[in-house]
């Protein structure tokens, strides 16, 4: 696990960014492709969006890039609160992609056929190979979930790589998230956390005792790919070893 810390928000983005323009330079270079899972939320979109920019969008080979989702509100696509939406507005759209490249997360069906359907969609995308991405994306909660892994929540036992609908009794919505394993097949993973309102939830996840209960993203451990924290120095005021 490497820790990458930065002064403030801007400098995690660009720190970030530079880091999937090197990833994503080296998986097409070797495989002719890069598949992504976005995480959704407020974090990532400035990230999107400056992916997006003249100073960073000549710099990955758009075309080759396959976006797929590592969670999604039980939402229809077109609600502000949809991850589809915001990742849409801030990067799939600006980057003229084509739709082929782009894997939404079907919420226009049951909340468990979406989860089955998505789970379909990307072992048919790996072609009965692992599905491992080359880079999944995430986010931290300040109650310790990641993607849509909450708190006491069943999914946090699924040892199964797919796509499980999770219910929130607290929200009384829907959630369709990737599951802890499939996420650790990944060849990289990335938290992006900044903001002190975070700090209290990245010791829980990097050096608290284990509870995968109360801090699910406690479960993110890749099998063999490597795991990277993006954090400002906000988000580590906790870390008793910095
Ligand atoms: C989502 C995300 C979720 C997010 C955290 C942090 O759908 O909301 O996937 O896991 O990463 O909730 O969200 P913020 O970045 O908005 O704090």
């Keep these: 696990m490497k820790i990458n810390v930065f002064k403030n928000e801007d400098e995690v983005l660009r720190g970030l960014a530079n880091f999937i323009v090197e990833i994503a330079s080296e998986s097409i270079s070797t495989n002719g492709q890069f598949s992504i899972a976005l995480s959704g939320g407020n974090s990532p979109k400035k990230l999107y969006e400056l992916l ?135 060849h990289h993973v990335a938290f992006l956390v900044y903001g002190e309102g975070k700090a209290v939830a990245v010791h829980h996840i990097i050096e608290d005792k284990t509870d995968i209960e109360e801090y699910p993203a406690q479960l993110i451990k890749p099998q063999s790919g490597d795991l990277q924290w993006f954090l400002d120095t906000g988000a580590v005021a906790q870390l008793k070893r910095k």
């Design 52 to 186: 997006a920019s003249p100073s960073y969008k000549n710099k990955i080979e758009w075309n080759k890039v396959h976006f797929f989702f590592g969670d999604e509100r039980y939402v229809p696509h077109t609600d502000s609160q949809s991850n589809y939406l915001m990742a849409k507005k801030a990067i799939l759209e600006p980057l003229e992609l084509s739709y082929k490249q782009i894997f939404p997360i079907d919420t226009s069906l049951s909340p468990d056929e979406a989860a089955k359907a998505y789970t379909n969609d990307i072992n048919l995308y790996f072609a009965g190979t692992e599905p491992r991405f080359d880079l999944v994306l995430l986010g931290l909660g300040d109650n310790s979930h990641t993607a849509s892994l909450f708190p006491h929540t069943p999914v946090l036992h699924d040892k199964t790589a797919s796509v499980k609908a999770v219910f929130l009794e607290d929200q009384k919505v829907f959630r369709i998230t990737m599951t802890a394993p499939l996420i650790n097949l990944a």
